[in-house]
């Protein structure tokens, strides 16, 4: 593909995918199909030679499209929002042209000044104090990690690096491994599992903090599992889950909409989360209705 032919499959492509987006809501949420079923669709090796631009798209909606999860559709009420418009479109365009791979400051210094400014209007968005910001003079400053539960581990390992650090300086005969045999990490009791996770990558033991009545962790629990474990060395929620459970597979099943489930003290939850951005208050009603429909149904069930 040369300059040319690029100007104008570029043109196609954002057609197709204004087209895409326009036409969304149309789309089947979620999927009917089974684990492996894009593996017979495609040739066992890379082909010798290059397919069409034409074949590719076709390929794309007749192979790829009918696996897709449909994040940006109204009707995905799954999991959580994930950033996307027509300007971060273009930006993605403009950072493939560039390439550069920014791991250092002299492997490209745009790439490390504008993450450090941006980071510090989400902090100050956050209203995070000036501590946490790029300053000439202080250790603030953040970095944009590939996920949540890569920044997750990031914050837990930096952590745990500045404790030793700390301990070392006061106490030079100390081992790193007698220290970490003794560091404790603190997380709500709600928390992601990637938390979990990040602990057991890290070596760090996990303690969990029992939340409120509300979901949240208090300040005072957290003092008193520091004093607790600084001296020394949940109330179980019972129920059953059956009922939300054949719910969640009557909703998904239906394809209509899509919600993933959560667990709050092992309370079997259905999440509803406003994930794209053209959800409108219609779709909310008409998958409000088209839940206590099918719950209706269940639990109609669940009494014969």
């Known amino acids: 593909m040369n300059a040319s032919e690029f100007r104008r499959r570029g043109k196609e492509m954002v057609d197709y995918m204004a087209n895409y987006m326009e036409g969304i809501e149309g789309r089947q949420v979620y999927p009917d199909v089974e684990p492996g079923y894009l593996r017979p669709l495609i040739p066992a090796a890379a082909p010798q030679e290059p397919d069409t631009f034409e074949d590719i798209i076709n390929d794309v909606e007749k192979i790829i499209m009918p ?48 993450e450090t400014v941006m980071m510090d209007w989400l ?4 209203e995070l104090p000036k501590a946490f910001l790029n300053e000439k003079a202080g250790e603030g400053g953040g970095v944009i990690q590939g996920s949540a539960s890569e920044a997750t581990l990031v914050a837990l390992l930096a952590a745990r690096t500045k404790v030793i650090h700390r301990l070392q300086a006061a106490s030079p005969e100390l081992t790193q491994a007698a220290i970490m045999e003794k560091l404790v990490a603190y997380s709500s009791d709600q928390a992601h599992s990637s938390v979990e996770r990040a602990g057991l990558i890290g070596g760090v033991k996990l303690k969990a903090i029992p939340s409120d009545g509300n979901f949240a962790m208090r300040a005072s629990a957290l003092q008193e599992a520091l004093e607790r474990d ?32 959560c667990h709050l003290r092992d309370k079997f939850v259905l999440r509803f989360a406003i994930c794209s951005r053209t959800v409108e208050s219609a779709h909310v009603q ?7 429909e099918l719950a209706a149904d269940v639990l109609r069930a669940e009494r014969e």
């Open 230 to 261: 600084k001296a020394a060395g949940l109330i179980p929620f019972f129920g059953s889950n059956k009922v939300n459970e054949a719910l969640l597979q009557r909703i998904n099943s239906a394809k209509k909409i899509h919600l993933v489930p």
């Open 286 to 292: 008409r998958a409000w209705e088209h839940i206590k």
């Open 67 to 114: 696996g897709v999860t449909h994040w940006h559709s109204p009707y995905f009420f799954a999991y959580f929002p994930t950033a996307s418009s027509y300007p971060a479109m273009l930006a993605d365009m403009l950072c493939g042209a560039i390439g550069c791979i920014g791991f250092s400051w002299a492997a490209s210094p745009a790439c490390t000044e504008l």
């Open 123 to 126: 902090g100050k968005m956050l």
